[in-house]
């Protein structure tokens, strides 16, 4: 599925959508909504969701908003949610942040891995397949850090950060795919 549920309204304008996006969030809004959203509040920080209140800092157009670009209006819409995305989608955000990201991130990430009409570079998959190797040989392996034979569960400590940092950083690696993709380039 990559847009958002058929039964579903945007939560701003309570219409069917228009050029929907999806936010980090992984909640949906017709894209001139989301911006008014924005144009609304201050232009120098991302707007919250009017849903969970949670930053956007990323907004992602659904298949069929990204293939409307031919309209004038839909270009113009386009065009300001690639600046909004060039603006906050890279910004440095704090680890409770991307913690909040992953599900959106990961769950984008899996169909994108899985559908083979999508285009992910062959150096992106296999930085996520080796990254993915080396945590699942780490976890598995009697080696570790910290040894679960020693200090009972606490030594499943290490296992548990290591596999943590796999998925903040594949989270990262593929948040920097989707601003390129959607935010356009700076130039």
């Known amino acids: 599925m990559d847009g958002p549920p058929v039964n579903d309204c945007c939560s701003i304008c309570h219409g069917n959508f228009h050029l929907p996006h ?16 924005w144009n609304h509040g201050s232009a120098l920080q991302p707007c ?13 157009p659904s298949q069929a908003s990204a293939q409307q670009g031919h309209d004038s209006e839909a270009s ?7 600046s909004y995305n060039r603006v906050f989608g890279s910004q440095s955000t704090g680890l409770a942040q991307r913690l909040q990201d992953l599900p959106f991130l990961l769950k984008r ?46 030594g499943l400590l290490d296992d548990f950060i290591i596999a943590l940092i796999f998925f903040l950083h594949v989270g990262t690696l593929y948040r920097a ?4 993709r959607y935010g356009g380039s700076s130039t």
Request: glycine share 4%.
């Open 22 to 37: 999806q936010s980090n969030c992984s909640h949906w809004y017709c894209g001139n909504c989301i911006l008014q959203v």
């Open 48 to 60: 919250r969701c009017p849903l969970c209140r949670r930053q956007i800092t990323l907004l992602v």
């Open 76 to 82: 113009d819409i386009l065009r300001k949610i690639q």
């Open 109 to 154: 990430l899996f169909r994108e891995l899985m559908d083979p009409q999508r285009s992910l570079p062959f150096v992106i998959k296999a930085r996520v397949y080796l990254a993915l190797i080396s945590t699942a040989i780490y976890v598995l392996s009697p080696v570790d850090i910290i040894p679960e034979a020693l200090f009972g569960v606490l």
């Open 177 to 180: 795919i989707l601003v390129g």
